[in-house]
């Protein structure tokens, strides 16, 4: 079994312990949707003379990295990214392998008024109704993990409860399926999820065969200003940043860095 199919399963046996306690029908009387639109929003380059934006990610570990800062106060680690130029947060929430919580997306969204991405494993609509309730704008949908009527439909429960989605891909076929489900973000993850192997190379190699229309992520493997620099010429919209913002003493500083802002 690969890795992203061992997290899965895990993240499946969680879930069903979730829906046995709590029951699907019990989220709606609490929520009160507002439009989809505003980590699509967060992220859109008008031009190719604008900054790339930034997704400044909190976790306190990895399956690949191991621990990475687990000791982070995640509103106060929020507020850093503001000061820092983050244009938006992904917070993980899953627990076994990444040390998150759901608890941390509300301290998150109470902390900094920035669209948040809940980093988790989507597999149900069940997820998305808990998604709302935390606060998040948007959620992750894996391309690995659903197929594209699945990504179609989550995408549209997301939308009705004013949630973005992610889609997350990796290679041309998950490409295409994420562009024939409607993916208006695509997440190019550099790493591949299956064996934790990363290249920024996979990026380049899939920019052109994305159309005019989706917002573009580059995601993972950003770890110097020169990466940064290479991804923006190439026309990506926003990178998602973990590991070298999470290691560093200083993540404001680290940032600005990274964004070429003294």
Do not use: W
Request: no cysteine; proline share 6%; charged share 25%.
């Amino acid at each position: 079994m690969n890795r992203l199919l061992e997290i899965a399963a895990d993240v499946r046996e969680a879930l069903e312990e979730r829906k046995s306690a709590r029951p699907l029908e019990s989220f709606a009387p609490g929520l009160r949707p507002g439009a989809p639109g505003r980590l699509r929003r967060a992220l859109t380059r008008s031009s190719l003379a604008e900054p790339v934006r930034f997704i400044a990610e909190i976790k306190k570990a990895s399956p690949s990295r191991g621990p990475l800062n687990v000791n982070v106060d995640p509103a106060e680690q929020a507020r850093l990214y503001l000061e820092g130029g983050a244009s938006a947060l992904s917070v993980l929430t899953e627990k076994k392998h990444f040390l998150g919580s759901p608890e941390y997306l509300v301290q998150v969204t109470r902390s900094v008024d920035l669209p948040a991405l809940q980093k988790d494993f989507v597999l149900e609509d069940y997820q998305i109704y808990e998604a709302a309730e935390l606060g998040a704008s948007a959620v992750l949908l894996i391309a690995a993990l659903l197929p594209r009527h699945r990504l179609a439909a989550l995408r549209e429960a997301a939308s009705l409860l004013g949630l973005d989605s992610l889609v997350e891909v990796h290679d041309e076929a998950e490409l295409d399926e994420a562009l024939a489900s409607g993916a208006e973000i695509l997440g190019v993850n550099n790493r591949d999820l299956r064996t934790f192997e990363i290249s920024l190379e996979t990026t380049f190699r899939l920019l052109p065969r994305i159309p005019e229309g989706p917002v573009v992520v580059s995601e993972s493997g950003v770890m110097e200003r020169s990466h940064v620099q290479r991804l923006e010429e190439a026309g990506v919209d926003a990178l998602l940043v973990g590991e070298a913002l999470m290691r560093s003493g200083d993540p404001v500083a680290r940032l600005r860095e990274l964004r070429g802002v003294a």
